[in-house]
Nanobody, 120 residues
Framework: QVQLVESAGGLVQAGGSLKLSCAAS????????MGWFRQAPGKQRELVAT???????NYADSVKGRFTISRDNAKNTVYLQMNSLKPEDTAVYYC??????????????WGQGTQVTVSS
């Protein structure tokens, strides 16, 4: 059972920056991929960014060039650096991890979510 704990989000003005972290309860070295998703009120949860164990990154078009995902295997932590924030980035942000399970499908874990609010 992997536990994911996200850092506190916050309130930031449009154009500002914020960095989120997600600490895993065990080594992330063997985790297939970790990522960040977000859910705004009345909307479905959507992918923000993912990073594989090999370091390959994938971003939603809406955040490309503004957000950067990174991982520190030594600290079992994944980060999301968010720059040039826009009001439409306001959402609850969730960390997730895809953990391999021998002989069966990988298992998906989620953090508890952290609120990010961008004021105009």
């Amino acid at each position: 059972q992997v536990q994911l704990v996200e850092s506190a989000g916050g309130l930031v003005q449009a154009g500002g920056s914020l960095k989120l972290s997600c600490a895993a309860s065990e080594s992330i070295f063997s985790i297939n991929a970790m990522g960040w998703f977000r859910q705004a009120p009345g909307k479905q949860r959507e992918l923000v960014a993912t990073i594989t164990s090999g370091g390959s990154r994938n971003y939603a078009d809406s955040v490309k060039g503004r957000f950067t995902i990174s991982r520190d295997n030594a600290k079992n932590t994944v980060y999301l650096q968010m720059n040039s924030l826009k009001p439409e980035d306001t959402a609850v942000y969730y960390c997730n991890a895809v953990v391999p399970v021998p002989g069966t499908l990988p298992k998906l874990y989620w953090g508890q979510g952290t609120q990010v609010t961008v004021s105009s």
